[in-house]
């Protein structure tokens, strides 16, 4: 037999090999990653619209039955915020409660109202009114398509749940994309192996495996999470298609990075006596820290900064969970031990499986009273003539349920001259390519500084990393912020 027979022979069963590699280890991982993500997406949903609604309110509605009455208007103008502020349609959103006959029937909709309607009690909805927590459904099929939805208890003053707000959505449009590739390598892959013993060794080599190994390696990075991954192929052919149509998909996964970026302030707080400076680079597509500064009225500040554990989209929605309640919370007069705790309360079923989150919270005052309570949280220090002093934790971070006495906090006073600095660990742990992290120490060098402003210390505190981190890979999300006081001209 030839050597270039025996090349054909085997370049044929590499080809082989390469699809049976592309269909069978990815097939099923790209198509349970799309249900998990859904789940999650319509999970953070619904807690936080269950959030946004008052179940005094919707009690109020059930009493009623008056599709026209001010609580079913002002409950259907919630959700239909929610709503439009998650790119949902009508038919993706609604409230459940259950009657004194014990059936499920229908609450609030943002379409033509059908309120009291009986419902048939599905699985995840018996679960989560007899738990109080928010469950997801599997992926199920009814007379119009493939859907997955998520609910969330409703509760009142009392804490009583009181009803249910469900969203979901048909799966059908994310699977199209889905199918498409997989139909398009087996064809591609088909006729690829019929031709390849016409065209040899070299046509097989440079028009057919290159191809397939680059898409290979698209798939495997889209399994892996890495949306930032662009697949190179130009062959003006069907591979440059399905190149085409990978790349479409990591543009689609790559948006979570910019609705994250969106829950960061977009403009700092500016109150007289006051200068802030803020930063935050996520590891990956998108991160678990937490930064946010905001007017909770006309004389307080809320500042924070969170880091839930590890990083990537699992930490990013657990973050976002954590940012809706905490925005949910913030205006209601709350001390920020106690608001730390009820955060704690709200994301229990979340922090899980070993997750948790560290934070630090505090409230800010004219006067430069800085009252903040801190869950584990250890780069935190405040300047105070020119000497940086860390601010101790106060109680573990949220998901590590240690019984405690009462929440405990504290409070410092910032004189003109002094300032406040929050960071991630990803800032003091980061390491260079000798393994030798960046250090609490250098942190402390830096924002000593009295010659510079709030903006000079952010930017000095970068620069002084990057330049330790060199070409070493960074492997945690990266966040500062920092407050100076300054005086203000009588």
Known sequence: MRLSTKLVIISELVLVLLVFVLLVPVRQQMRQQVIEDMQNELRAIAVTAALQIDGDLHEQMVAEMNPNGDAFQELRNTIGRVMVA??????????????????????????????????????????????????????????????????????????????LIEVN????????RYDYVILLVTVIGLVGLAMSSLLGYFVLRHLIIKPVDAIHQGMVALGNGDFNHTVNVKTRDEFEELAQTLNSLFKQLNVARSIQANFFPKQLPDRPGFRFAARTDPCDATGGDYIDAFNIDDETIAILVADVTGHGLGPSLLMASCRSALHALA??????????????????????????????????????????????????????????????????????????????????????????VFTSDG???????????????RIEQIIVNAHVDAVGVVRNLQSALDQHIGAAPVHDDITMLCVDRIAVAS
């Open 86 to 163: 998650n790119g949902l349609v009508p038919d993706n959103i609604y409230t459940f409660y259950m009657g004194d006959d014990d059936v499920l029937h229908f609450g609030v909709m943002t379409q033509d109202p059908f309120l009291g309607d009986p419902y048939d009690l599905k699985p995840h909805q018996a679960m989560s009114l007899t738990s109080g927590e928010p469950y997801t459904s599997e992926l199920y099929y009814d007379d119009y398509g493939q859907w997955i939805s998520a609910v969330a208890p409703i509760r009142n003053r009392a804490g009583e749940v009181v009803g």
């Open 169 to 176: 959505r048909r799966a059908d449009a994310y699977f199209v």
């Open 427 to 441: 800032v003091n742990e980061a390491q260079n390519d000798r393994n030798e992290q960046f250090g609490q120490d």
């Open 331 to 420: 205006r209601n007069g709350l001390e920020p031990a106690e608001l730390v705790r009820q955060v704690e309360v709200q994301l229990e079923s979340d922090l899980t499986n070993g997750r948790f989150i560290t934070m630090i919270f505090g409230l800010l005052k004219p006067d430069g009273t800085f009252t903040y309570a801190n869950a584990g949280h250890a780069p935190a220090m405040v300047v105070k003539q020119g000497r940086a002093v860390r601010l101790d934790s106060h109680r573990p971070p949220l998901g590590v349920f240690i019984d405690m006495a009462e929440p405990q906090q504290d409070t410092i006073k910032l004189e003109p001259g002094d300032r406040v």
